[in-house]
């Protein structure tokens, strides 16, 4: 979604402002801007489309280069008004002297542009944030400063934001704020950096400083305060800088998707690593920060997600009930927000968020904390809101996931989520014998993994049969139906081809009726309890001409019958059985996608970090 990248020190602006809007580039965006402060105006360039635009912009434009100070920069993602110059950020302030970025939605932006234009002000894109610029230049023309501009001008907007301001007749100056959008501070040894995501800035600073919602920073190039909307000091502690946000490379690999398709035996294995205590049959996970005696007052479980994320988490459910007998339910985090759920004092909500970042999973970890749920993040990047927020709870450690598409966080998802199973069974009825089975499937993810890989060529091919249809199902019971929902949701958002997940035994009630030859269905048919009843669903995909693909555990034979395609892959026990069957599907969207010839990395209209509701 939207970034930002701002920097003011003693280097050469806009090239720190380039490279750190490329770094955010894998976020989804579709234009692009920024601004500088130059000799008492701001030197303002943006366009449609990729950074390298942007560039080419600045290039024609000329006056940029060797300009040493402070500058702000944008990737836009269309919330309000269409993807086109005028659109894009930074937006200005009607006297072209404050330049603003922001992340998020002004949610009373229509009365608030309104009540500026009675007064005259006339407004030249349909964004929400120009509203913020012309407020802030109101109170500038009233004789405040700066800070205090932004200060007053965040006091009457409602909704999220995270922001960076200038004004070209302040360029020691740099103001940045946020609610509800993460931004954060890079503390350098040439200057500070302000960005919505650790990566943008990662080469530059030692230290980050995390800004809390309600918090506006202003940056001088000497020094740092920071106040809250109510004018009041606060002093936030930096943290180091987690190199592991570093640049991303593809590592020769085509795309990131398929090097983080790839990289999930190591992200797995750094995903266990030191959590498995064979001898005891258990799992240690210190991020819970709970005793045993804790953990075996929970009494139900919520987990709360969106997207993958949440089909992750329908697998955990699954595993919380099986293995802990604790009462579970996944929830998706916008209806768990609003719907005013029940929450007693011993229920936990898992949030799971592979960006920490959502903002319905934050919201709802918020609504989960006010009504007094004990609440436990399961998230991949490290000083995220939601973990932070959380408290405790368990990090991925699945490095960082660039590709839109999520992979490798799925398939670590699972495994935390299988691990705190696992403890949470063995405070419960769950004997040592059985946690140590357990404990060595769990082990046994990487390699399970590594041999799925290696079905690459095969699912290549089969790929093939799939690229051409316009329409397809993805159908499983059990542990399979939260992988058949991440199938579907994989094929659709990569390869743009309309898919469906859905319940292999719900297909009767209403969707068979679209089944036909041209409609292919692929079938998540590992061999786990239920299997022969989906065998039946096959057979009836295939009565009404759907050509079926199953994926498959090796040694079935009672599939190839039955199915035109098998995807075969390394058998296991029945909890973590979405693990191999999710990575064929994914390989099988990736390849459907690269012969459709589509921009797998960055698809149309998705965001990596959603971060508006
Ligand atoms: C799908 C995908 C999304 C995310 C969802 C939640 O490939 O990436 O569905 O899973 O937006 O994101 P996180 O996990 O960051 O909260």
């Known amino acids: 979604m939207c970034g930002i990248a701002g920097f003011i020190g003693e280097r050469e602006t806009v090239p720190l402002l ?83 970025v922001h992340n998020g939605i002004i949610e009373n932006h229509a009365s608030l542009r309104a009540a500026l234009e009675a007064k005259g002000h006339v407004f030249k894109s349909d964004t929400d944030t120009e509203v913020l610029a012309h407020l802030i230049a109101e109170e500038r023309d009233a004789g405040f400063s700066l800070p205090d501009a932004v200060l007053h001008a965040l006091r009457l907007v409602s909704g999220t934001y995270g922001i960076a301001v200038i004004d070209a007749r302040e360029p020691s100056l740099l103001v940045a704020a946020r609610k509800g959008s993460p931004l954060l501070l890079g503390l350098g040894t040439y200057g500070t950096f302000v960005a919505s995501d650790v990566s943008a800035f990662v080469s530059g600073a030692r230290k980050v400083i995390y800004l809390e919602d309600g918090d506006i920073a202003t940056v001088r190039r000497d020094r740092l305060d920071i106040r809250t909307l109510d004018d009041v000091r606060v002093a936030r502690t930096p943290a180091a800088v987690d190199p592991a946000a570093g640049a991303p490379e593809k590592g020769g690999y085509e795309h990131f ?118 609440v436990l993040s399961v998230c991949n990047v490290v000083g995220s809101t939601i973990a932070r927020e959380a408290g405790r709870g368990v990090y991925l450690h699945a490095g960082p996931e660039i590709g839109v598409a999520s992979t490798k966080a799925f398939l670590c998802q699972v495994t935390v989520l299988n691990m705190m199973a696992l403890l949470l069974g063995r405070t419960r009825q769950l004997s040592n014998p059985e946690g140590t089975e357990m404990v060595k499937a769990i082990e046994s993810l990487p390699e399970l993994v590594r041999r799925t890989l290696e079905k690459e060529d095969e699912i290549r091919r089969i790929a093939e049969r799939l690229a051409g249809a316009k329409d397809a199902f993805y159908i499983g019971r059990g542990y399979m139906y939260p992988a058949a929902l991440e199938g579907a949701l994989k094929l659709k958002e990569i390869s743009y081809l309309h898919a469906e997940g859905y319940h292999a035994a719900e297909l009767k009630h209403g969707p068979i009726a679209l089944l036909a030859e041209d409609v292919p269905v692929v079938a998540c048919a590992a061999k786990i309890p239920g299997h022969e009843k989906t065998l039946g669903n096959i057979q009836e995909c295939r009565a009404r001409k759907s050509p079926v693909i199953a994926i498959a555990t090796e040694g079935d034979g009672d599939i190839e019958a039955l199915a035109d395609e098998v995807v075969y892959v390394p058998p296991c026990a029945e909890n973590i059985s979405p693990i191999p069957v999710v990575v064929a599907e994914q390989l099988l969207a990736y390849h459907v996608a690269r012969l459709r010839g589509e921009p797998i990395d960055q698809p149309r209209n998705l965001a990596k970090s959603v971060t508006v509701e």
């Open 18 to 100: 380039l490279q750190g809007l490329k770094r955010l580039e894998y976020r989804g965006y579709d234009s692009s801007g920024i601004a500088i402060a130059d000799d008492g105006a701001l030197r303002v360039a943006k366009s449609v489309g990729k950074i390298a635009a942007l560039e080419d912009k600045l290039a024609a434009l000329g006056g940029f280069a060797g300009k040493t100070g402070v500058g702000i920069g944008h990737t836009r993602w269309a919330t309000h008004g269409e993807p086109n110059e005028r659109n894009a950020h930074p937006q200005l302030s009607p006297d072209g002297l404050v330049a603003v």
């Open 257 to 374: 998707m398929l090097k983080e398709i790839h990289e999930q035996p190591e992200a797995i294995a750094n995903t266990i690593r030191g959590r498995l205590l064979p001898l005891d049959g258990t799992a240690k996970l210190a991020g819970l920060q709970l005793e045993a005696r804790e953990l075996a007052s929970i009494e139900n479980i919520v987990l709360t997600a969106c997207g993958t994320s949440y089909y992750a988490g329908i697998a955990g459910a699954y595993a919380f009930e099986q293995f802990a007998l604790i009462p579970s339910r996944v929830e998706q985090a916008a209806e768990f927000r609003y719907r005013n759920p029940i929450v007693r004092p011993d229920t936990a909500l898992v949030a799971i968020s592979q960006s920490g970042e959502t903002a319905d999973t934050l919201a709802a970890t918020r609504e989960a904390k006010r009504k007094g749920a004990l």
